[in-house]
């Protein structure tokens, strides 16, 4: 389950009335699941190495999916982009699929590359295509105003 489902519902509102997610459709086919990522607090029963250290870039992320009951997370170098611990996982621990654990890196490697720091984000995706959505693309403030 997404973690910050209310944040989603009025993302998604917005999505399909401006029918984005109906052209992503078209194009690439159903959309089977979506990942939601953000900057997350190191859960207390984690210990690796390094620390969370935002004045040196060491953040948290985890990454919660809809159609599915875990939640892994990573401790990232953003300026590296660099993963500085192993994923762990919270709620269900089993049935882990490792394809979304290589999809949440990749996806996050790929936002902060392009030099992008707004989180949440949910990628929406299929078998052959994803769309990301970031806050600055739709401000959930406008959306409660409509």
């Known amino acids: 389950m997404l973690k910050n489902k209310k944040y989603y519902n009025l993302v998604k509102k917005q999505l399909e009335k ?38 040196n870039g060491i953040y948290a992320f985890g990454a919660s999916f809809l159609n599915r009951e875990y939640e892994v997370g990573i401790l990232v170098d953003i300026e590296e982009i660099k993963p500085l611990s192993p994923f762990w996982l919270e709620k269900e621990k ?18 902060l ?11 929406f995706y299929n078998n052959k295509n994803k769309l990301s959505i970031r806050p600055q693309a739709i401000d959930p403030l406008d959306i409660l105003k409509k």
Do not use: A, C
Not at 96 to 105: A, T
Not at 113 to 123: A, H, R
């Open 94 to 111: 089993k049935n882990i699929n490792k394809e979304d654990l290589k999809f949440f890196l990749e996806s996050l490697g790929e936002y």
């Open 18 to 55: 401006d029918k984005i997610l109906e052209n992503f459709e078209k194009i690439n086919g159903k959309i089977t699941n979506i990942m939601e990522i953000d900057v997350i607090s190191l859960p207390k029963n984690i210990n690796p190495d390094q620390k969370e250290d935002h004045d």
């Open 113 to 123: 590359e392009e030099g992008k720091t707004n989180f949440p984000i949910f990628v």
